[in-house]
């Protein structure tokens, strides 16, 4: 199986600050790397797709990236409303692994 | 606008089954594969598995073999998912979501989750 690591595990931050959040796959998965946003009560949704792409309606200051096997979740200025718990995932291959998450909190 | 609607939080005793159904909306159902997944809690997620609505095949992963089944009936656009012999381990929130397919996959819409607690 394809392990994923990612890191922080969780990141105190304030209302505009730049975030980053890191997660690094066992084995090459190309650009095979989504990112989710939980929140408690809620449908996970996502934000990130291939890597880099983001998903309709996600707002532009989401962003992601990859080098070789390590993916990068950005959030430009954060809103009061990304506080929330993310997730990397790769669908290279099966069984789909996801990171072991991040929690962003105030 | 593309639904995913599970079924209600269900409370079952320890060696019971449970049965969760996820009915999908605005969308062709037999278009996209349907995946499961699951959060324990304080833990993170955990992929368990798909079905391909059009055909009914299905790809479990290792780990719920033989305990799990993933079925659907195409006429009300509705999955589900059983997961038999439960432990207070398999306490979590099943989430249904479905894949997308371009030049990789991804998961999106996800449903709202079920609560599965598994207590004596």
């Known amino acids: 199986d394809i392990q994923m690591t990612q890191s922080p595990s969780s990141l105190s931050a304030s209302v505009g600050d730049r975030v980053t959040i890191t997660c690094r796959a066992s084995q090459s998965i190309s650009t095979y790397l989504n990112w989710y946003q939980l929140k408690p009560g809620k449908a996970p949704k996502v934000l990130i797709y291939a890597a880099s792409s983001l998903q309709s309606g996600v707002p532009s200051r989401f962003s992601g990236s990859e080098s070789g096997t390590e993916f990068t979740l950005t959030i430009s200025s954060l809103q009061p409303e990304d506080f929330a718990t993310y997730y990397c995932q790769q669908s290279y291959s099966t069984p789909y692994t996801f990171g072991q998450g991040t929690k962003l909190e105030i | 606008q593309v639904q995913l609607v599970q079924s209600g939080a269900e409370v079952k005793k320890p060696g019971a089954s449970v049965k969760v159904s996820c009915k999908a909306s605005?969308?062709?159902?037999?278009?996209?594969?349907m995946s499961w997944v699951r959060q324990a809690p304080g833990q993170g997620l955990e992929w368990m598995g798909w079905?391909?609505?059009?055909?009914?095949?299905?790809l479990y992963a290792q780990k719920f073999q033989g305990r799990v089944t993933m079925t659907r009936d195409t006429s009300i656009s509705t999955v589900y998912m059983e997961l038999s012999r439960m432990t207070s381990h398999d306490t979590a929130v099943y989430y249904c979501?479905?894949?997308?397919?371009?030049?990789?996959?991804?998961?999106?819409?996800w449903g709202q989750g079920t609560l599965v607690t598994v207590s004596s």
């Open positions: 979501a479905r894949g997308v397919v371009v030049t990789t996959n991804w998961f999106d819409p």
């Open positions: 079905i391909n609505p059009k055909s009914g095949g299905t």
């Open positions: 605005g969308y062709t159902f037999t278009g996209y594969y």
